[in-house]
């Protein structure tokens, strides 16, 4: 019972220390202070999971890597919707209501898509999506051939295409 008291405690000197550096280090990445409060809060949670690894002395530093993480996790998932959202936008200046539930289905329908592929064809579609990483580099990070990188995201456009009604 004293050592969970312990890690509290640790935990609480942690986040009172450091919870306004990372903060605004995110919203200087960001410039949106709303999502700088929640990423800040899903740092600070990744570190108390990892609370048994971690050394007093790297936490800062652990707390800036992730948070980091954090943040171009969330740019990078933003530039893929903007990304795909162009697929379907048309010219109209003002977008309807219907148009834009149409959107968010489309988007729902999306993120339901990519979740039901298998793990390396997903890990192999978005890092060439996401992270625009060729071919010949996701093979290397896999250690597999380029060929079946290939296979991976062909197999995943079909499936995404079959499921969603549109070429991504």
């Known amino acids: 019972m004293q050592f969970i008291q ?4 640790w935990f609480r000197e942690i986040f009172d220390d450091h919870y306004d550096y990372i903060r605004n280090y995110l919203y200087y990445l960001s410039g949106d ?6 990423l800040v809060q899903d740092a600070f949670l990744k570190v108390w999971e990892q609370r048994s690894k971690i050394k ?9 890597t992730i948070a980091r993480n954090l943040y171009f996790k969330v740019h990078r ?11 379907l936008i048309d010219d109209r200046k003002e977008q309807s209501p219907e148009y834009i539930l ?11 898509a990519i979740s039901r592929l298998p ?14 990483m060729n071919y010949a580099q996701i093979a290397d990070s896999f250690g597999v051939s380029v060929k079946a990188i290939e296979k991976h995201i062909s197999k995943a456009k079909k499936m995404l295409f079959e499921q969603v009604g549109h070429k991504i």
């Open 6 to 9: 312990d890690e509290r405690i």
């Open 33 to 38: 202070m709303e999502l700088s409060e929640d």
């Open 56 to 64: 007093k002395d790297t936490v800062l530093s652990l707390l800036f």
């Open 77 to 87: 998932r933003k530039a893929l919707d903007l990304k795909l959202f162009s697929l």
């Open 102 to 112: 149409e959107l968010k289905e489309f988007d729902r329908k999306l993120q339901t």
């Open 119 to 132: 793990e390396k064809t997903r890990a192999a579609f978005l890092l060439n999506r996401i992270d625009e």
